[in-house]
């Protein structure tokens, strides 16, 4: 595998752990949406997995120096579009975010949403 991971192991197992009842599942794909869904996890009352991306770990972004939280269950529109809209996490979102580039210059209006946690979605 290109990860250096065994056969077995998925590179994205969010749907395994979204289907256990009462586990929240996180996907960030930002420096800024990793504190604040990181600060939300801990101060949660339930379990949260947190999945990251690790072709991410490069990224760079503004983060505050002060604690904030990103509520569960709200999206992020990393693009606004009236003709097409993708739905993408973590890393995808970036991805996104450039085929959205290169549709614009096509005149393809591309709405792109990071929708953050896949349970509660």
């Keep these: 595998a290109g990860f250096s991971a065994a056969a077995q192991h998925s590179q994205s197992p969010y749907n395994v752990f979204a289907a256990v009842p009462g586990l929240k599942v996180v996907v960030p794909s930002s420096p800024y949406d990793v504190k604040g869904l990181l600060i939300q996890a801990i101060r ?18 503004e983060v505050p120096d002060d604690a904030y ?7 992020n529109y990393t693009r606004e579009g009236t003709d097409v809209t993708i739905i993408a996490l973590g890393l995808m ?4 975010n450039e085929v959205a580039d290169k549709l ?18």
């Design 93 to 96: 979102v970036h991805r996104a």
């Design 104 to 121: 614009a210059k096509d005149g393809i209006s591309v709405e792109v949403v990071d929708p953050r946690t896949i349970s509660p979605l």
């Design 44 to 61: 949660d009352d339930d379990p949260v997995v947190f999945c990251e991306h690790k072709m991410l770990y490069d990224i760079k972004g």
């Design 69 to 75: 939280t990103i509520p569960f269950g709200v999206a």
